[in-house]
């Protein structure tokens, strides 16, 4: 073999790996460029900003309409009073915050971010439906409803955060919906949302108890406690007694302990039987406690010697706040060592610690 192809392999190699070097050094250039580049466009979008808030400010104080530095024109200009103002509305209360919305709709930015959430660009979409969550934009509802199955993620999770931020309960099927889906949103989101809608989401909420899903009966029911609804109670008796799924008894058996009404002692009491989940005996018990079930002392005393530490300690923690009864079977526990001892004297120390008792200079008082 002649030495001239014998050495051809070994030419290879070597031009393959100056290849290499060379395009690694070119992608660390373009790197290093385009972080420059970022940092140059950061900095000029930081002077815009700047130039713009104090006039911002003084056209909120009743100043003269002047023009607030890149307002009007087009490209990264335009976006200066937006990014100014997606700051400060969180923040303003009031007839500050109305006059920014104004100003908003009076330059054209209010309308622009409707137009732009539904068009290309999933960055583009998800800044427009958050501006207009932002501004309280009740004309972008329909939009922001659509945005909710939306094919980007991020975009779907900013219009729920924007329709908890209109306030309308009539986004509340809408949001139940979004739960399930090829295009789900997490149930930890929608919740936050029809948190932020507030007590005018109960009424479409209780429509919620009979939906098909799973998820949406134990969301439902555990909005509803949250809420404190006293109107629900017999509801949430029938979900916690009757309701197929054990996550969603659990969830009623909190609902309930949160609205604190009596009528729903005898259920809990019966969910605290040893044929029962223990999540939910555990539910009940911390639920009993809740209310002051004294009538179920009983069944509180054998779950806190079940053995099982989470009803052992939600049971123990009922007992010292049911009455004085309550805390003698907890010293007694808690004195003879046996089950449950250790979870008797975790609850007695809390409520010795959480029992408000009078100052000395109080006591000094009523002793004179």
């Known amino acids: 073999m002649p030495a001239s192809a014998s050495l051809l ?15 690694l050094v070119l992608l660390t250039v373009a790197a290093v460029v385009r972080k420059a580049l970022g940092r140059a466009a950061s900095r000029r979008r930081e002077r815009r900003e700047t130039a713009a808030r104090p006039v911002l400010f003084r056209l909120l104080a009743g100043g003269a309409d002047e023009r607030v530095p890149g307002i009007r024109g087009r490209g990264a200009a335009a976006h200066t009073l937006e990014s100014v103002a997606r700051g400060l509305l969180p923040k303003l209360r009031g007839e500050d915050r109305l006059e920014l919305v104004r100003l908003l709709e009076r330059h054209g930015t209010i309308q622009a971010a409707r137009r732009n959430a539904s068009r290309p660009g999933p960055v583009r979409r998800a800044r427009s439906v958050e501006l207009l969550g932002l ?15 939306d094919r980007s993620p991020e975009v779907r999770a900013v219009a729920a955060r924007a329709l908890g931020r209109l306030g309308d309960p009539a986004a509340v099927p809408f949001l139940l919906i979004a739960l399930s889906g090829r295009r789900r949103i997490p149930a930890g989101l929608v919740s936050m949302s029809l948190l932020h809608i507030g007590p005018a989401a109960v009424e479409r909420l209780r ?11 134990a ?39 949160h609205i604190g009404s009596p009528r729903a002692l005898p259920e809990l009491t019966a969910s605290l039987g ?50 004085e009864h309550g805390s003698m079977l907890l010293h007694d526990v808690a004195l003879t060592g046996g089950p449950g001892a250790a979870h008797a004297r975790e609850a007695l120390t809390l409520r010795r610690l959480t029992t408000r008792r009078p100052s000395s200079t109080v006591l000094e008082r009523s002793a004179a």
């Open 274 to 323: 040893d044929d029962q989940p223990t999540a939910l005996r555990a539910a009940a018990a911390r639920a009993l406690g809740e209310i002051g079930g004294a009538a179920a002392i009983g069944e509180l005393h054998a779950a806190l010697g079940s053995g099982v530490h989470e009803l052992a300690h939600n049971a123990a923690l009922a007992l010292a706040h049911v009455g």
């Open 207 to 217: 429509d919620g108890l009979r939906a098909d899903s799973p998820t949406d009966r």
């Open 135 to 149: 501004a309280g934009d009740g004309l972008a509802f329909p939009e922001l409803t659509s945005r909710l199955a």
């Open 219 to 257: 969301l439902v029911v555990e909005l509803l406690g949250q809420f404190g609804d006293l109107g629900s109670t017999d509801a949430i008796i029938q979900a916690l007694r009757n309701d197929p799924v054990p996550a969603v008894r659990v969830r009623a058996a909190g609902a309930l302990g």
């Open 9 to 23: 392999p070994s030419s290879l190699v070597l031009l393959g790996l100056g290849a290499l070097a060379t395009l």
